[in-house]
């Protein structure tokens, strides 16, 4: 005897979403903090998207204290190493895969670490800047924060003994330690105040960059959110705006989200898991590598 609709066995998350990818082909995929987790990259928020730890230094805070800064690049010191060895994992990986089987429209990712870029996907723009890199706030100048990680250890080789828990971002927890003796860096062209090159809370995203985030997503089919809590309205206004266009909206992500109300779907699972279980159902396999060209 059939099943009726009525007594018919839920649909598998996957299965589901693997159906609605397939409706809508063009995917503008938005990353956050837990993509990043399975790479020893620690996250901002819990499952129900309340803090984890001290909420990160403000952009105001950062230029208008010295006190903050010494704090901040001190903290740096230390978390940087663990952070500049972090390396792709599976969720990145997959993300890699489903752009190259054509499903990727535009990846747009609130992390600040590069590892999408690392792991081979290539339509990737970093909402919130590099970490990787630094600017001079008040001549432009730019350069590599590997480059100026030498000149801290230097200039405070106290603070680069001391131990600490890595925190997110490259941060450090560093309590109960006395900041006012520690050499903040300079810019080494105009001695103006260095910043890494990121989106600083209460810093403004700059214009030119969500205005191409914000057409690519008008040309995608649907938006997909992987691993984030859309906490941060940086990223939940591309929900905001999908729906004002019509445009589906599903969520892969373990724990409360933002937009959970605005979801066509959900699925409840860890990235890696839940997008390599996404790439079987779509038969997309890794990219075959190259074998080393025979010698004539």
Request: aromatic share 6%; hydrophobic share 40%; proline share 8%.
């Amino acid at each position: 005897m059939p099943v009726s609709a009525r007594h018919a066995p839920p649909l598998d998350p996957l299965d589901a979403l693997t159906a609605w990818v397939e409706r809508h082909p063009r995917l503008f995929v938005l990353t956050g903090a837990g993509c990043s987790t399975d790479s020893g990259i620690p996250d901002y928020r819990d499952r129900n998207g309340d803090w984890k730890h001290r909420q990160p230094v403000r952009y105001q805070d950062f230029v208008g204290s010295t006190r903050t800064r010494q704090r901040y690049w001190a903290r740096s010191l230390l978390g940087w190493p663990a952070f500049a060895r972090a390396r792709p994992n599976a969720t990145h990986a997959a993300l890699a895969q489903l752009e190259a089987a054509g499903f990727v429209h535009q990846l747009v990712t609130q992390n600040v670490d590069g590892l999408h870029q690392q792991a081979g996907s290539r339509r990737v723009i970093d909402l919130h800047g590099r970490l990787d890199r630094i600017v001079c706030l008040d001549c432009g100048t730019r350069g590599t924060r590997a480059a100026l990680q030498d000149a801290l250890k230097k200039n405070n080789p106290a603070f680069a003994t001391l131990a600490a828990t890595v925190g997110p971002d490259g941060d450090a927890a560093l309590d109960d330690v006395d900041f006012s003796g520690f050499r903040i860096p300079h810019c080494p062209r105009c001695g103006g105040m260095l910043k890494p090159a990121v989106v600083f809370f209460g810093e403004t995203v700059p214009k030119p960059r969500v205005e191409r985030a914000r057409q690519r997503l008008a040309e995608a089919d649907a938006l997909l959110v992987i691993g984030s809590s859309l906490m941060v309205f940086s990223g939940y206004r591309f929900c905001r705006w999908a729906a004002a266009r019509g445009q589906p909206v599903a969520a892969i992500n373990l724990g409360r989200t933002r937009a959970d109300g605005e979801l066509a779907l959900k699925v409840s699972q860890p990235c890696a898991s839940a997008l390599n279980g996404l790439l079987e159902r779509l038969r997309v396999v890794p990219p075959a590598i190259d074998p080393d060209p025979a010698v004539p």
